[in-house]
């Protein structure tokens, strides 16, 4: 297998080894996708790049989230749901590929002030890092509503 569907194949298989907290190498990636490790360096020069793509392809999943939504604070929603059901690859995002500048870019779309923007993401980034980071806490799905809600109510003052 080569080309677009090789590389799929490569950035499915990483994602499925982030998700599931098993180390990303060439080895595993190799056994997961069912490709050998050949096809692989035609596609990736080495894991951080395939982590990148497995990056890239997140972001993408979180923007069409984000921008679906029908306001802001549905679109604060879709940006936690993302965390809480992907928790190891939002942590990816945002620790070994940094996508800040992209999220911020992402809310900038969302709310059309960019100073705005920098509270609202930096507001629900804190809370889906936390909830990305502690496992099964009760308090967030009564602190998510508010948050989002306080930011809001901040943005429309």
């Given at each position: 297998?080569?080309?677009?569907?090789?590389?799929?194949?490569?950035?499915?298989?990483?994602?499925?080894?982030?998700?599931?907290?098993?180390?990303?190498?060439?080895?595993?990636?190799?056994?997961?996708?069912?490709?050998?490790?050949?096809?692989?360096?035609?596609?990736?020069?080495?894991?951080?790049?395939?982590?990148?793509?497995?990056?890239?392809?997140?972001?993408?999943?979180?923007?069409?989230?984000?921008?679906?939504?029908?306001?802001?604070?549905?679109?604060?929603?879709?940006?936690?749901?993302?965390?809480?059901?992907?928790?190891?690859?939002?942590?990816?995002?945002?620790?070994?590929?940094?996508?800040?500048?992209?999220?911020?870019?992402?809310?900038?779309?969302?709310?059309?002030?960019?100073?705005r923007a920098l509270t609202f993401w930096l507001g629900l980034h804190g809370l889906a890092d936390q909830r990305?980071?502690?496992?099964?806490?009760?308090?967030?799905?009564?602190?998510?509503?508010?948050?989002?809600?306080?930011?809001?109510?901040?943005?429309?003052?």
């Open positions: 297998m080569s080309g677009p569907g090789c590389r799929q194949a490569i950035v499915a298989a990483a994602t499925a080894l982030v998700d599931s907290e098993h180390a990303v190498t060439l080895r595993a990636v190799s056994r997961a996708s069912g490709l050998p490790t050949s096809s692989i360096y035609q596609q990736f020069p080495d894991v951080p790049a395939i982590l990148l793509a497995v990056c890239h392809e997140a972001f993408r999943e979180l923007e069409a989230a984000v921008l679906g939504a029908s306001d802001a604070y549905t679109a604060g929603l879709a940006y936690l749901d993302f965390a809480v059901l992907h928790p190891r690859r939002y942590r990816v995002m945002f620790g070994a590929a940094d996508l800040s500048s992209e999220a911020l870019r992402l809310f900038s779309r969302v709310l059309l002030d960019p100073d990305a980071s502690i496992r099964r806490s009760p308090q967030f799905t009564v602190i998510a509503p508010r948050l989002i809600h306080s930011l809001v109510c901040q943005e429309s003052s």
